[in-house]
T-cell receptor, first 114, second 114 residues
Framework: DAKTTQPNSMESNEEEPVHLPCNHSTISGTDYIHWYRQLPSQGPEYVIHGLTSNVNNRMASLAIAEDRKSSTLILHRATLRDAAVYYCILRDGISNFGNEKLTFGTGTRLTIIP | EAQVTQNPRYLITVTGKKLTVTCSQNMNHEYMSWYRQDPGLGLRQIYYSMNVEVTDKGDVPEGYKVSRKEKRNFPLILESPSPNQTSLYFC?????????????FGSGTQLSVL
C-alpha cells in the first residue's frame, strides 16, 4: 500500500475552520483516499472518502489536489467534539488483488481550543 | 443497529494462558480485520479476512491466530500471550474489499498480559 504522511498534531480555535493535510506522493491511479477519526476511548469512525473530485458530507469536506499527491480534510466550523486523532489512508481494494493490507499510521491529533 | 461488537472490553491475563477476543458484525460484511494500537505506533494491522475461510497476514501477525468459519465472526486468538502483546485491539469490517467501501470499527479491547 502507498504511504501517507500527516503532521503529528494541530491546534485550532473553536468555531474556526480546520484544514488537516495529508501527503500521499506515491498514490496510484486507483487508490481511494479515506479519512477516519478516533475520538477519545473509542474506535475509529469513518469521516469521508474520495478518488479525484472534492467531496462534501455532513461531517466534513475533502479537497483533493489535482495531481492527487495530497489531500486536505476540512472541518468547516470546529467544535470541542471534533477533538480527535484523524487518519488519512489509501485503499486500493480489488486493483491490488490478493493484498488488502490497510495501514493507518499515527494520524494527526487535533486539539480544539475553547 | 449496524455494528461491530468486540468482547471483552477489558482483559487482564497472565503470560502463556490462551485467550480469544471475539468480534462479530451484523452487516453481512465480507471483509474483516484486526488491528492493534500502541502509543506512538498508530494502528497496525494484524490479520484480515476477505471472506469465509479466507484469511491473510497483516503487518504484525506474529503471536496471533484468526479464523473465519462464519461470515459474521472473526475471533482473534492468542495461543500463548506475552507481555509485548499488551495493547488496545480493534476489529473492523467493510462490505467487501472494494476501495470505496468504508470500514466500521468496534469499540476496542484493552488487553494486559502480566
Amino acid at each position: 500500500d502507498a504511504k501517507t504522511t500527516q503532521p503529528n498534531s494541530m491546534e485550532s480555535n473553536e468555531e474556526e475552520p480546520v484544514h488537516l493535510p495529508c501527503n500521499h506522493s506515491t498514490i496510484s491511479g486507483t487508490d481511494y483516499i479515506h479519512w477516519y477519526r478516533q475520538l477519545p476511548s473509542q474506535g475509529p469512525e469513518y469521516v469521508i472518502h474520495g478518488l479525484t473530485s472534492n467531496v462534501n458530507n455532513r461531517m466534513a469536506s475533502l479537497a483533493i489536489a489535482e495531481d492527487r499527491k495530497s489531500s486536505t480534510l476540512i472541518l468547516h466550523r470546529a467544535t470541542l467534539r471534533d477533538a480527535a486523532v484523524y487518519y488519512c489512508i489509501l485503499r486500493d481494494g480489488i486493483s491490488n488483488f490478493g493484498n488488502e493490507k490497510l495501514t493507518f499510521g499515527t494520524g494527526t491529533r487535533l486539539t480544539i481550543i475553547p | 443497529e449496524a455494528q461491530v461488537t468486540q468482547n471483552p472490553r477489558y482483559l487482564i491475563t497472565v503470560t502463556g494462558k490462551k485467550l480469544t477476543v471475539t468480534c462479530s458484525q451484523n452487516m453481512n460484511h465480507e471483509y474483516m480485520s484486526w488491528y492493534r494500537q500502541d502509543p506512538g505506533l498508530g494502528l497496525r494491522q494484524i490479520y484480515y479476512s476477505m471472506n469465509v475461510e479466507v484469511t491473510d497476514k497483516g503487518d504484525v501477525p506474529e503471536g496471533y491466530k484468526v479464523s473465519r468459519k462464519e461470515k459474521r465472526n472473526f475471533p482473534l486468538i492468542l495461543e500463548s500471550p506475552s507481555p509485548n502483546q499488551t495493547s488496545l485491539y480493534f476489529c473492523a469490517s467493510s462490505l467487501n474489499r472494494d476501495r470505496y467501501e468504508k470500514l466500521f470499527f468496534g469499540s476496542g479491547t484493552q488487553l494486559s498480559v502480566l
